[in-house]
């Protein structure tokens, strides 16, 4: 398989959002496609993305960075990040991630169909779930009319519950002619309430009988998913546009909130310990994050701090170009994380 059909099939998948993986998995591997790309392949990405790799593992591991023991080792002088790839140094203020995602509908819970699974998602309240048939059921809330699925998608209008909505017939390939995803897609959207809007999408595609039947069996009802993480500060308006067990992203301004990790500050947990960095062969420096020592790269690509946490893991902070922070800010930022008992680890 070539670059181009990698990151052909990344794309189309995070778009679906309805894979069955922690998110993660796919969305950091866009970072090395978008890398490879741009014909820029560095190791920071490579090595960063091979570290994570999400495969949803839970581990209870809640441990404050900042009341972490043990001495303060010397430290060299910071690596000064590459020309043009550190902003001014953006205010550091009182945190507003959430400690948790709250999803105000409840799927299907009859026999045959998996937990539900509540996330943010591009800045959406997201719930996925296995079926009974296979394949996957995706809810995302929008506080707005959501857009259609594309800009040539066909819509009819039927009834549910006694009231109207929205099937979608779509393709990848509408707004994207390069798309090897041709299929026919097949979503719905309606309004359950005042201020609030639905949108169903099931994988494999269903016809519309069964999306349906499924969108009238969802009922009020608040679910509720812990973050991975809590966060003390963050950049000033700033955005937080992605949570799940296996990482938080934040969006800086001019950067939309999308499902991808691209641009952004990535939050993760590693399997490795962080006794030792984990890059060798870029300029890697080791600082002091809570009383710990820990490890930061920096590239023009971007920059990864590494920091040792409770049970053997780190805590991997992985920043994209646009995103890049003074190193001092970023040391701050990293000292206020903690890790909560809903982080999933990623193996890579």
Partial sequence: MNDEEVEERLRDALRLHAAEAPPGAALLGTVVTESARRGRRNRLAAAA????????????????????????????????????????????????????????????????????????????????QTRPSGGSATLTLYDATPPAPSSKAYVSRVIMNGQG????????????PASRATGLRRSLIWQPADGTWLRLDLEPVAADGELIAYAEQVRPGALKAQAPFTFGLMPKDWTVDNIDPAGVTFAPPGVTPDAS????????????????????????????????????????DGQLLQ??????????????????????????????IAVTPAAQVGHG
């Avoid at 043009?84 to 509908?105: C, D, I, K, Q, R």
């Avoid at 909505?165 to 994207?176: K, L």
């Avoid at 641009?263 to 030792?276: F, P, T």
């Fill in 307 to 336: 920091v040792p946490v409770e049970g053997g893991r780190s805590l991997l902070i992985q920043i994209g170009a646009k995103a890049a922070l003074p190193p001092e800010a970023l040391l701050r930022f990293a000292s206020e």
């Fill in 165 to 176: 909505a929205a099937a979608y017939d779509w393709t990848f390939a509408d707004d994207d």
């Fill in 49 to 128: 993305t091979a570290a994570a790799v999400l495969v949803a593992i839970g581990a209870a591991l809640p441990f404050a960075l900042r009341d972490a023991p043990g001495p303060v080792p010397a430290q060299p002088a910071l690596v000064a990040p590459a020309p043009g790839s550190a902003p001014a140094e953006p205010t550091l203020v009182s945190s507003t991630v959430p400690v948790a995602v709250t999803f105000p509908y409840s799927p299907p819970l009859a026999a045959g169909y998996g937990d539900p699974r509540i996330m943010l998602t591009a800045g959406h309240p997201t719930l996925r």
């Fill in 261 to 300: 990790y691209v641009d952004k500050i990535a939050v993760m947990l590693d399997e490795s310990s962080g006794a030792e960095p984990k890059i060798t062969d870029a300029p890697t420096v080791q600082v002091t994050v809570g009383g710990r020592r820990a490890w930061l790269t920096e590239t023009a």
